[in-house]
């Protein structure tokens, strides 16, 4: 679509949303109806259709948490990331569709552009472009698609990571420059914020100096939090203290998707990566009503994972569903899920509406001399949210080591607990919640719930 095509799809797609929300008393969606902060100068975020979330609800529309997902989730305006070394065409298609999809409802996207060589420091969200001149090509193919107004995010986290040396990290400065030049001169609607990883990671001082080193001059701003977890307060008050050095025309966008709970309490060294009990937090809105804050958006998106509830990415409903369910019954918005999910206390495991009934099963998969691995699974006649099972073994064997839970030990007996992403199983589901080493001979048992 040509700019004047798109221009004049964005006056029609904002003259009827406008109306829309005139004639239905809100402004920016149907879940915006209650954010204190949302005001008449709002810009309207485009909530893509296609994404993660939104495929599952659609593709399991009786699943028990598919109310929950829709509500809170699929029908929130989120991230849309451009990760795909693709410069023969592919990757200018994929903004295409995003910019023109946003145009028609009359919407501002929320965009990220992660695709620097050495991403992640070849971590769970490894790859980027082959070489920055290769980088540079690529940005220009999206800079060539941006048309109206958008929230764009540049490489979360490259500029706070330490993996490089000094010649890498000039490659990255000047790349990272070069970005916020030409997609900020794409169109003047667009908004540009360079990544500055969270609060927990740089001082305010060394996120400042390493954001003028990479061209924020060249950009509307920073972002922070991006796919972490650290409370609003606590961001607004060390973006204020970054700002207070770079310069007070620099605004920032904090990514509140996942940070309801905050972070983990007491710290853990892995609290970056899908931690259980978060929750989502404040809807996006461009009217925050925080000086030097223009925007709190939901750049990552909840439910897609880190890299250990799923390959980094992934859609996982189970972790979706924990998250919206963790921000509680107040959390915005006018539309309620359907079927609140209530956890009881007391009893071995909680379930999903109820106390259900189930079998857990503790299954030997492999052994050898002296030891052997083994999983637990549980077959749930009604829907489970959030786990804890206990068993006592009946002779000598004892857990080594175990992943994917929260184990203690007390003589023969053994109590585990879900890390919240695993922590539903579906009625009529044999689901496997976690694995174990053990010394002893093997076993194999049925324990009730």
């Excluded at 296609?50 to 699943?63: K, L, M, S």
């Excluded at 589901?429 to 001979?441: I, M, P, R």
Aim: glycine residues 12%; negative net charge.
């Amino acid at each position: 679509m040509n700019r004047r095509k798109r221009l004049a799809a964005i006056v029609a797609g904002m003259a009827t949303a406008v109306a829309t929300a005139l004639s239905a008393g809100f402004l920016l969606s149907p879940n915006a109806g209650a954010q204190e902060d949302v005001s008449a100068q709002a810009q309207a975020l485009w909530t893509n259709p296609n994404t993660g979330a939104a495929r599952w609800v659609d593709q399991n529309p009786n699943d028990w948490r598919a109310n929950m997902i829709r509500d809170r989730i699929a029908e929130t305006p989120a991230g849309n990331w451009f990760t795909q070394y693709n410069p023969t065409g592919g990757i200018g298609a994929q903004v295409a569709a995003v910019v023109d999809g946003a145009a028609a409802a009359g919407a501002a996207p929320i965009m990220v552009v992660y695709g620097i060589p050495n991403r992640d420091c070849g971590g769970h969200s490894g790859g980027g472009a082959p070489n920055h001149d290769a980088y540079r090509g690529w940005i220009d193919a999206i800079a060539a698609e941006i048309d109206g107004p958008a929230y764009i995010v540049i490489e979360p986290d490259v500029i706070a990571h330490d993996c490089h040396n000094a010649t890498e990290r000039a490659q990255i400065n000047a790349s990272l420059s070069y970005a916020a030049q030409k997609l900020n001169a794409a169109d003047p609607a667009a908004k540009v914020y360079l990544d500055a990883g969270n609060s927990a990671w740089l001082t305010a001082s060394e996120a400042a100096s390493r954001l003028q080193a990479a061209g924020l001059q060249h950009a509307d701003g920073f972002s922070l939090n991006v796919s972490n977890y650290r409370t609003t307060d606590e961001t607004t008050a060390y973006a204020q203290q970054v700002r207070n050095i770079v310069g007070s025309n620099k605004g920032v966008v904090i990514d509140t998707s996942r940070n309801g709970n905050g972070p983990l309490n007491p710290p853990n060294p892995n609290d970056w990566c899908d931690p259980p009990g978060r929750a989502i937090g404040k809807f996006p809105t461009t009217a925050t009503g925080v000086n030097g804050i223009d925007a709190y958006l939901w750049v990552k998106l909840p439910g897609e994972a880190d890299g250990c509830a799923g390959s980094a990415g992934q859609f996982i409903p189970d972790l979706a569903y924990q998250l919206a369910n963790n921000a509680g019954s107040g959390w915005p918005g006018q539309v309620e899920p359907t079927d609140p999910v209530t956890t009881p206390t007391g009893g071995p495991t909680t379930g999903g509406p109820g106390e259900t009934d189930c079998t857990v099963h503790i299954d030997a998969v492999s052994t050898w001399n002296g030891g052997w691995q083994g999983k637990v699974s549980m077959t749930a006649d009604q829907a489970v949210n959030g786990w804890t099972v206990s068993w006592t073994w009946p002779g000598t064997q004892a857990i080594t080591s175990s992943w994917n839970t929260q184990l203690s030990t007390s003589g023969k007996t053994v109590t585990a607990k879900d890390v919240g992403w695993n922590g539903s199983v579906a009625a009529g589901q044999t689901k496997e919640l976690f694995g174990f080493v053990a010394s002893g001979s093997p076993a194999d048992m049925d324990v009730p719930c």
